[in-house]
């Protein structure tokens, strides 16, 4: 039944982004679409604002979150706030498309921010719902959807157009070795977390790995790992690294690739998944997104497979 419901709720979001994505890219050329971004974000924005604030007032715990939500629904939607952010990363101001990917990133940042702080290193809160086949491939899929989504795909480009957009080339031997060269950069960055962790959070390591394992499951084995490598290199770096970076900058993408990973706690991991991030972001912008989903789906599976043998 939940891969049913996982099945059904990814069509139902790709059916959105693809909507959305159609508006938001017809507004360039319509007021009233614009204007009507504007409502769209602009509405649950304020009413979370005034609620959060009500909240506030009333010594209400959820008052913050709500008025931290609704501010990053709404500042961008003001023009010298998306100035001033294009001062810092390759944003044109003047655009709906950059004006509603602002609104969506900043969003999402403060969402997984706020979850992350509320796991603190408490990893057990999480549980260990285990993931299916079906479930991973949903997941893959979504991903992959709201990447040439958010490119345009069948509205302001084709698919060979998006796909050069996402950073897409065709892999040679040299682009597999860079790829390799970089999944040992990366164990070297996450080792490094990984020994921050034991020496200042001691014992959240072991709780990590507990829930980590569970969750797996059936994927702890060379089939299963290498399904997780595929899916989450190509999902997370089409999206993150091909069409966010080229716009929110390789920090910004990198800080929001750490915030995705809860499961790791308010912990030194995620800060070596930050690395990781910053990493990944130099490869795609050096040589390509398909060297970073190489990389991606590389270190996954090598994770994985090591994680069942200790």
Known sequence: ??????????????????????????????????????LLLGLPGILLIVAG???????QRDGLTFLLIGLSLTLPLVSPFRALVGRVIPLDPRSPVHMVGL????????????????????????????????????QAVLLISLAYAAVGLWVARGFSEASAR???????????GIAIGFVVLGF????????????????????????????????????GALAIGISAGVGEELLLRGALQPRFGIVLTSVLFALLHTQYGFSWTVVGLFGVG?????????????????????????????????
């Open 103 to 138: 609104s969506v990133v900043i969003t999402a940042m403060v969402v997984f921010t706020i979850s992350l702080i509320n796991v603190g290193t408490d990893v057990a809160t999480l549980g260990t719902t285990e993931v299916s086949y079906i479930e991973l491939i949903a």
């Open 188 to 223: 070297i960055v996450t080792g490094i977390g990984g020994v921050m962790t034991e020496i200042f959070q001691p014992g959240l390591t072991e709780s990590i790995d507990e829930v980590m394992n569970e969750s797996l499951g059936a994927f702890q084995n060379p089939i």
């Open 278 to 310: 910053v990493l990944l972001g130099i490869e795609r912008k050096r040589y390509g997104t398909t060297a970073a989903i190489i990389t991606h789906a590389l270190y996954n599976t090598a994770a994985v497979l090591l994680s069942s043998m200790y």
């Open 1 to 38: 039944m939940a891969e049913v419901v996982a099945v059904a709720v990814t069509a139902g979001l790709i059916a959105v982004a693809f909507g959305l994505s159609f508006w938001v890219y017809h507004a360039r050329h319509d007021r009233s679409a614009r204007v009507g971004l504007y």
């Open 53 to 59: 604030a009500a909240f506030l007032v009333g010594q």
């Open 166 to 176: 996402l950073g897409l080339r065709r892999p040679t031997f040299g682009t597999v």
